[in-house]
């Protein structure tokens, strides 16, 4: 695996490349590596002559309260994983790399699917800062693929849209959320949790794993439904910064159960700021979450 | 010669150009090709093995006001014109092809390079469709170079900021403004003008030759120079949307001038609304008008 920091010497090694035709797959991270990233890059690696993991903690997703500084990082533990998952090139350029002194652009995907949710709790430049440094990674890569976490459900949507509508050559591919032996979904921010919060935090995976058993049994409103989510959050000692039952494709919130839905939570526990979601689906599907 | 209409074709017949290794220019216009345009395909011709031509009126560009409607469209001209300057592929897409249903994805570039002059004018609209669609266009096309005209100076520099910004690997070339025996610069729009609107807009060309002129005499004080300018329009009855004398990089005002600046005027002058612009040089470098 080699490591390297400018966009200019990842485009010559990338053309060598792509004159032998070589597919290309980005999994494009901000580091504190876990299995759920592991799993994206197994998939990349399994699908594409080459691969490239960007290392690369987004300043403008964070919001100014959010934690940014406090953000996990261990290059040289990352870069060994990633060099065992059978990464080729590890991308981790400097901040100003990717936001030279002058940078005006953002590429903003309006909406729903970036509004409400994360983008509600979280700010309108949350998904701004997703979207544009997204949009950035792809046109410095041009990979054939890249491969992103079912957790992240609103952040793949507005990649999916931006992409579309961009008409950038990239296929997206999106990958289970990987979990923990009880359910809890892999996240770099379990590791700001306490034991403690640790034991609480399955509250989540409780309430989601209920929900959708209560969907798919035939629950057909979607505010019994969330209620039911909200009061096993509650038995937690949870209180979610939101939890809802939303179309998996627009992110609009869903009152009657006719189709597929997406139930998705985040809430704060402990020092974690924690977010999840399942497909439910009332046809009977069996849910993604483990029993 | 091919005409093409949809993305997916045009990408498939750039794929062969690509595999051959072949070089690709792309030219952007909105049709009502004139000489301006015509400078560009030229240049496109000389540098590129394959040269690619849009033409797409792109409605997110004009705000609810404008001339949308009534912009002069006439394909199978433009295509003849195309054509004889050596154009391989005419892109042009229905509206629908470039924004589907759910298009959800605008481009933004922030600060006084949008926000000044044509962006005061014409709407926070304007450069954001413009970002948008051009991005756009360089992601289906992936052109090694894209040609733009000095007459739009605004343009330029928001789509050189977006291409710098979001690291597309496409080179910018800026060709020089062409103009009419008597000056007047190139314009789809100058169509619009009736023979005594024709005769009185060369006031602008006035304007801005007699500004650049004392400029590079050794005036600095650019409300002085301004003023000037000002007195040439008001001769030739002209009230101007803009005339200002600003940072050529920055597009912000400039009070003192020790610098090469762009002096940059836009006005109705009966049915048209017409733009121009010169690089003006205390060093006393000659204007870029004609004598």
Redesign the interface.
């Known amino acids: 695996m080699r490591t390297v920091r400018t966009?200019s010497e990842l485009?010559q090694l990338l053309a060598a490349s792509r004159r032998a035709r070589a597919s290309v797959g980005l999994v494009a991270t901000m580091g504190a590596l876990h299995e759920g990233h592991l799993s994206l890059l197994h998939a990349a690696r399994a699908d594409c002559d080459l691969v490239v993991m960007s290392l690369f903690v987004n300043p403008t997703q964070f919001s100014p309260e959010e934690d940014l500084a406090a953000y996990p990082r261990n290059e040289a533990r990352d870069a060994q994983l990633a060099e065992r998952a059978g990464v080729d090139l590890l991308f981790a350029p400097p901040v100003e790399e990717i936001y030279p002194p002058?940078?005006?652009?953002?590429?903003?995907?309006?909406?729903e699917?970036s509004e409400r949710l994360e983008g509600a709790q979280r700010g309108a430049q949350h998904f701004e800062g997703v979207?544009?440094v997204v949009?950035?990674l792809l046109?410095?890569v041009?990979p054939d693929a890249a491969y992103f976490g079912q957790k992240d459900a609103q952040q793949v949507l507005v990649v999916k849209?931006?992409v579309s509508?961009?008409?950038?050559?990239t296929r997206i591919v999106v990958c289970p959320t990987v979990r923990e032996a009880d359910g809890l979904a892999r996240s770099s921010r379990n590791a700001y949790l306490t034991p403690a919060d640790r034991a609480r935090a399955i509250g989540i995976v409780r309430a989601l794993d209920r929900t959708a058993a209560l969907i798919s049994d035939g629950e057909r409103d979607s505010a019994v439904a969330a209620g039911i989510a909200r009061n096993e959050l509650a038995a937690s000692g949870i209180e979610p910064d939101y939890l809802d039952i939303v179309d998996p494709e627009t992110f609009t919130s869903v009152a009657e159960i006719d189709a597929p839905v997406l139930v998705a939570v985040a809430a704060q526990v402990g020092g974690a700021r924690l977010i999840d979601n399942v497909i439910a689906d009332p046809a009977g599907a069996k849910p993604t979450l483990p029993a």
């Open positions: 966009i485009r002058g940078f005006a652009t953002r590429v903003v995907v309006a909406g699917i979207a544009t949009t950035k046109s410095i041009a849209r931006l509508d961009l008409a950038i050559p």
